[in-house]
Every structure is written in C-alpha cells, then in structure tokens.
C-alpha cells in the first residue's frame, strides 16, 4: 500500500487549509497516512491531538495513525535523570480544587499559604495530560507531560514562561534526548516603493532613501528567533540543527517507500537533510 508521512512541528502546521487539502487528497487516492506530531515543546502535542479529532470528527475521516517523539522513542535506550535534571514535588501534600476547561477536568494545588503549586489538565478519559508547576509568583517553571499509558514521556523546564529545554522519556523514564532552546537576535530589511499602499510600522528604521538607482526605502527591523539544538543520550550525537534531527526521525520510521510531506515554512532548511528524496509541502 502507498504511503505518506506528514511531519508537524507546531500547531499552526495543522491548522493551515493546505494541510487537510492534502491529506484528503491522499487518502482519497487510498494512501496509508500517518501525521508524526514532532513538536519539542511537547505541551503542545495535547492540543495538536485535540484539534485533529476535531478534524476527524467534522470530515469523518478512514483510520490515520498518529505517532509522537514519545512513541518514535519509546523503546530507546537512554540514562537515568539527574535530580537537577527536574522538579519531583509530592502533590498529595497539597490540597485540590477541582474545576473545568473546555470540558476537560483540572485539579490544582494550593499550599497553606493560599498560593497555587501546580495543577494537572485530565483528558476526556480522565487519563493525565500535563502537570504544570508554578513558582510563587504563579509563572511557569516546569511541565510535566503524560501519554494515554499515564506514563511520564516530556519534561518541559521555564524560566519566565520560555521553554528553556525539553526532556523525551523512554518508557523507563529514562532520558532519551535533551532539547535546548535558545533565543537569537536577528535583523530584517525591507524594501519599500513610493507606490506602496501599506504604511511603514513606527518600528522599523529607515536605513537609506530611495535614490535614481534604487527606487526603493529601505528599513530594518530588529527580532529574534528560537534556535533548537538536540543531544541524544542513546548514542550522544549532537544536533545544532533540528532539522538534522527530524531526518534522524524520519531514518526510524523507515521513509524509503513513502512520501514525505513538510510545513512549507520549513521546507527549505529541511529539505537539505533529505537529499535525492521527493519532498512534498503543505
């Protein structure tokens, strides 16, 4: 049978019409399809999950296998985690509150001095989602993430709300791979005619006018980007490139007789790790 593999690596990916288009094309044109939610902030492979059942639901589609990191590297080898490695807080010790969000149950954990600890977001099936735990200044500093096993499979540590790294589990709650983010500066030129009909945002710079051999004002702007780099605790490969480490990925799903489709915003630094094979982009 054919078959095909989306590689998502974020929300967003999910939610363009480009890529239900193409998955309907091709399970119409009797493809085995499975969509790998590869996010390494795995917070969000809940809410992926979540929004692909509504799609599911609403287009009523055949079977489609969803595969995570967590399942991809379930049965690695990896090491044992270190007690700097996370936050392990006995919640039992706390007292609970019980309320609801968009149908789903959450319980938090509050401390005697009325501050919340943490707080555990349950699936329809009452199966734990994620547990998140708070400083006493209510910002995020870890998240602990959960399969439909119950098992622990992602480790997500903050410092003020940022995903600072991201831990993958095996199934013996060992540590499998460390995600590390990192925040880089970046600037951005923009070339704009007298003609344009769209004004120039107060927050980008002029840099130089339009002049007789260049009718066009240039600006720039300055932001940032994140920056994911990968360690493998199974054989301690190094990955400056997540990219590099989504075709390892890709390598342990066995690719060689399926297609291969892409977030066509990641397409042209992706694509590099994939030579000679046929890419396609949603």
């Not at 969803?66 to 936050?87: P, R």
């Not at 997500?156 to 499998?176: G, P, Y």
């Not at 480490?245 to 630094?269: E, S």
């Amino acid at each position: 049978m054919k078959r095909a593999i989306f590689l998502v690596t974020s929300i967003q990916g999910i939610r363009k019409p480009t890529f239900l288009k193409q998955l309907l094309a091709l399970i119409n044109d009797h493809y085995e399809v499975a969509i790998l939610f590869a996010m390494t902030n795995f917070d969000e492979v809940w809410q992926a999950k979540r929004e692909f059942n509504t799609i599911n639901e609403r287009e009523h589609l055949p079977s489609v296998r969803i595969i995570t990191l967590g399942d991809v590297y379930a049965d690695h080898s990896g090491i044992l985690l270190k007690d700097n490695d996370y936050l392990n807080i006995d919640l039992t010790k706390f007292t609970s509150y019980e309320s609801h969000t968009n149908r789903l149950k959450v319980t938090r954990y509050v401390d005697d001095t009325g501050n919340i600890i943490a707080e555990t977001l349950f699936w329809y099936n009452q199966v734990r989602l994620h547990t998140i735990l708070f400083d006493k200044n209510s910002r995020i500093i870890q998240i602990n993430n959960y399969n439909q096993q119950d098992q622990l499979y992602g480790i997500e540590k903050c410092n003020d709300d940022f995903v600072d790294e991201s831990l993958l589990l095996n199934t013996k709650s060992e540590l499998v791979f460390r995600f590390t983010n990192y925040v880089m500066s970046q600037k951005i030129n923009y070339g704009v005619a007298e003609t344009s009909l769209i004004p120039v945002p107060a927050s980008l710079s002029e840099i130089s006018s339009n002049k007789k051999e260049d009718p066009l004002t240039h600006y720039e702007a300055k932001g940032e980007s994140i920056v994911t780099k990968a360690t493998s605790y199974s054989d301690y490969h190094r990955y400056d490139d997540i990219n590099a480490f989504y075709h390892q990925v890709l390598l342990n799903m066995n690719i060689d007789d399926a297609r291969i489709y892409l977030d066509i915003n990641n397409i042209i630094d992706a694509s590099k790790y994939l030579p000679g094979k046929q890419i396609f982009n949603y």
